[in-house]
């Protein structure tokens, strides 16, 4: 059984167990979510599409952590002008860990 899930904008395909890292979500480390912006669940072959959400279902995840990403340069040059800039930046996520999933109700 997998489903796809909105979170903070993204499309994140889920199984039950599995490790997913999102955009930073504001939760503690250790707090349980549910996530209720169910797309799609496929089960057994079987599959519901949401228009544009899946009634009652969710996806129940926790927090494992927070952290930030591998720095990105950005570095902009203009040739023969002396012109240089380097700039970093680390952008921050969430480790969730997909506890379960609710399936909707049959339409």
Excluded: C
Excluded at 10 to 16: G, R, S, T
Excluded at 22 to 45: N, P, Q, T, Y
Excluded at 52 to 75: C, N, R
Excluded at 94 to 107: A, C, E, R
Aim: aromatic share 4%.
């Amino acid at each position: 059984m997998y489903a796809v899930v909105d979170i903070a904008g993204q499309q994140v395909k889920v199984e039950e167990g599995d490790r997913v890292r999102v955009s930073h979500i504001d939760a503690d480390e250790g707090e349980k979510l549910i996530l209720d912006r169910v797309l799609l669940i496929s089960k057994d072959g079987e599959t519901q599409v949401g228009d544009p959400q899946v009634d009652g279902a969710a996806v129940e995840a926790s927090v494992v952590g927070h952290g930030k990403s591998e720095k990105v340069i950005i570095f902009k040059m203009k040739r023969r002008k002396g012109y240089r800039r380097r700039n970093g930046h680390r952008q921050p996520y969430t480790d969730l860990h997909i506890n379960g999933i609710v399936p909707g109700n049959p339409s």
